[in-house]
């Protein structure tokens, strides 16, 4: 077994993000360090907004696909393994060991990107649960807000008609965007679909935002050196958020 840390600087704290390898099982994944983790879950009555759907019970064949954009295809993350949907894959199957997660984030898409190959990328993989993370190339691209929500809810609908569920992921907290009012308005474009729709909302805005008001961090303690991406903090906090969502919304 070999033991990897990697220390970060988050509000002036030195912490460790600590990764457990081991020979026999190449898909084991970093365990988040008690002090992340301790920040990650003070956000959480921010980061997951109330909802009436209702998830399958979660079992061993639970069969997950997350589409979504660069994030979800792992940018940011300074290892493969440090991304959101590991992460998440990872922990989903200390509870179900054989469920499948599907990675379905391809970079630069718009929401109007991932409808055009749902086709091949949901509805052919016959999932039990979709988990869409979309809004932050919108916003960045300026589709229009009102555009973007038709879309969004005209497609959240559609997998509901197929029997699919859904729990949606919003924009990145990027420092550079909060004045942004585009950038506001496809965040609440998002949150109003998830409760119009009645599917579950993984804010990684106000998860961001949350972990800058209460955890002492700040913007930058957030995103890759790129300026835009999550980094290996917020891709582990993402990862847990998602995690808890669907464990709460199947008891």
Known sequence: ?????????????????????????????????????????????????????????????LRVVVIGSSSTAGAGASR?????????????LAHAPHAIVINKGVGGNVLTDIIRRA?????????????????????????????YRHDLSTFVKDLQRHHLNVVLIDNQYIPDQLGSGEYQSIIRATRDVAHTTGV??????????TLVE????????????????PNDLMHACTGRALTATVLATTD
């Open 119 to 147: 086709g091949r990328d949901v509805y052919a993989q016959h999932p039990d649960l979709v988990v869409l993370q979309t809004g932050t190339n919108d916003a960045r691209q300026g589709i229009p807000p009102a555009q």
């Open 214 to 229: 209460r955890g002492g961090l700040n913007g930058d303690d957030l995103i890759a050196s790129d300026r835009l991406h």
């Open 80 to 92: 493969p393994q440090y991304a959101y949907v590991n992460r998440f894959r990872d922990q989903l």
């Open 1 to 61: 077994m070999q033991v990897q840390a990697l220390p970060l600087t988050l509000g002036g704290i030195m912490v460790l993000l600590t990764a457990t390898m081991t020979v026999a099982s190449p898909q084991s994944l970093p365990v988040l360090d008690p002090t992340l983790a301790r920040l990650c879950d003070a956000s959480a009555p921010d980061y997951a907004h109330d909802s009436h759907s209702v998830l399958p019970e979660l079992n061993d064949h």
């Open 200 to 209: 579950p909302l993984v804010s990684r805005y106000a998860l961001g935002r």
